[in-house]
């Protein structure tokens, strides 16, 4: 999952600290944001795409972030937004429930930027960084099982389960029993001390990523349920967009990336017949797709910002069909591990 973000600029579970939002011009452009719109950003991070979606356009933004630090640093631009500007803290899976009581049951563009934002990087205490010392956290809020729960208590099959599936770290199942091994000499509570133990099992060249990238983007992932949230949010923005509305989502890994694919491939799908067989009744398709396979950054932003290379833009435009009604997420997300906290071996 980390293929596309790493190098030796990324110091944190799940890619780099990112000062400057990705792909603003190629978002911009895929939302069209208009005079009289109302516009969800699902991941308002440090508000970078509200910020430039409110200057693009006399249009309200509701605005969404689990992590009190973004809610509590973006109260000056809702000051400055004179009114047109709603942060709310919640999960981003939640944005149509937000949008829906703050008063707009249909909006008119989502847009969704999945991954880890530079607020939580810097913040060493925060725990996602394999460079900064830290308790090993990871919560993007203070709810629910810790990185370092997960470390101390899931057994051997299940860690290197979570390290394969969420990190695609071929080297899973010896650092899961390295894991194993050091927690039983000592508990793993700090984000040093377990990069070092990845370290010594996995190797990697100096132009590579740090050998922890994988396996701290694993327990990220794990700890946050990040690919359900995902999956979750897309459901909710197919009901809340109306008519024309668009969806923009941005991904910096393999595992988000195919999740938006293979949604938005399925809601674009128009069920076809042959000569032999008539066409096959389902679902009418709720999305067209505005972007015919991924956006990636130009030479231009790449310059300006190399920890932009492995993002990737999706973009589609919703019909006037009915959403497909809510079902089983197994066909978006990958196989998944049960996770039980409460034993170990």
Known sequence: MMAGRGGSETDAA?????????????????????DGGVYVDGTFGAGGYTRAILGAAACRVIAIDRDPNAIRDGQALVEESGGRLSLVHERFSELAEVA????????????????????QIDEGERGFSFRRDGPLDMRMS??????????????????AN?????????????????????????????????????????????????PATRTFQALRIAVNDELGELARALEGAERILRPGGRLVVVTFHSLEDRIVKNFLANRAKVATGSRHMPAVQGAAPSFTLVARGAVEPGEGELARNPRARSAKLRAAERTGAPAHASGDLSSLLPPLPVLDTHRRR
């Open 162 to 210: 979570v390290i394969y599936r969420f990190g695609e770290e071929r080297r899973s199942r010896a650092v899961a029993r390295a894991i194993v091994e050091a927690r039983g000499r000592e508990p793993i509570e700090r984000t040093l001390q377990l990069a070092d133990i990845v370290a010594k099992v996995v190797r990697a060249k100096p132009h590579e990523p740090h």
């Open 100 to 119: 829906t009581a703050a008063g707009e049951p249909l909006v008119d563009g989502v847009v969704l930027d999945i991954g880890v934002s530079s607020m």
């Open 142 to 159: 203070s709810e629910g099982p810790s990185a370092a729960d997960l470390v101390a208590k899931l057994s051997e099959t299940d860690l």
């Open 14 to 34: 799940g890619g780099p600290a990112r000062h400057l939002p990705v792909l603003l011009d190629e978002v911009l452009e895929h939302l069209a944001p208009r």
